[in-house]
């Protein structure tokens, strides 16, 4: 954006990808429209020649319908803003993001140490395909004392989730960060979370920050989209030619949704974190509950880290409780405004029922055969949500 005097994030949001004026009229629509296309035409060879250049070159050029037009570019330049990037790459869903991330950078013999609270998908990713490729992956615990001893040779990245998924553990991203430089390692790292709003990455050190867009930005669980986000030259060129390559490419119909929902994400995220924080107040009060895991909360492990590094917080968060698994189960089924379901960071409340397969991979979980609840605190009124799982622990008869 080239107005000098929009500096605020919330004020670019509401500014990024405005419709042009028609050079007649002098109107124009306050929304851009979704520009479905398929391919592009030009007005004269020359006009086309210029754009192949600009592609050659690997800046964002309007070639092809793949690449979309000017409703894709829009959302490109929203995840920029957000992330503090130069650009962002698009991809048809978080996880489609994060193997566009690595395909882009990893090669045959490289070695990529994932943090063991990474987002489970990833571990299936490894196996069904970075495995094939000959591409080797180790699990560690994202603390650097716990990182020093996994570099090999041919280490080329460190791949993490701050904070993590299911227990959010909260991650030291400058010290990651340092440590990658130290070893000569990419950092890449899942913003899901913070989807550059609360938590930017690349300002913190990281070379290359992924986002779902799915959730937070997109924000009313109605489509898939994810995002790659880079400022280094090389990493540009290289995200810019596996995209190509791969033949990556989303609806403008998605692109038009996710920047119609991106208008809305201060207050949508806002919102959700302030009605989180109150769960977490009323979940501190029952003895059922264990341990709260939710970076924003005083008591959590993270809080300082969030503090430090974090601008704001969002909806989720994990409760360790000590019902049996049978309870466990009557209370997430007895729940009636918090919907069965994965995802987050739509308009409305959600339970996951935590299998202690995906949890037992993380050093963060120390919480041995206690049932996890993860729950996306939505829109809702708090009131209501809290008076919803009072009655399911009560009716789950522990
Ligand atoms: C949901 C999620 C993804 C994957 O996004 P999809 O759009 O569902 O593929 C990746 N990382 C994190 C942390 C997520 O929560």
Redesign the pocket.
Known sequence: MTNPTVNNLDTRLQHTGLASFDPDTGAAPVALPSMRTSTIRFRDLDALDKALANRAKGERAIVYGRGGMDTHGALEQVFCDLEGAQRAFLAS??????TLALLATLKTGDHVIVADC??G?VRIMDQSLLSRLGIQVTYCRARVEDLASQVQENTRMLYV?SPG?LLFEMLDIPALAAFSKQHNLLLAT?N??GSGYVYRPLDLGADIS?V????YVAGHSDL???AVMVNDEELITRMHQTHYAMGYSISADDAWLALRGVRTLPIRMKQSAENALQVCQFLATRQEVARIYHPAWPDDEGYALWQRDCTGSNGMLAAELTLSSVAARRFVNALQLFSIG???GGFESLVQLVDHKTLQPHGYWQGGDNAVVRLHIGLESPADLIADITQALEACGE
Not at 93 to 98: E, F, K, V
Not at 212 to 215: C, E, R
């Open positions: 869903s978080g996880l489609a993001a994060i990474a987002y998908p989730e998924s899942d899901t979370w992924v779902a867009g799915t959730k898939m989209l994810g994965f995802s987050w």
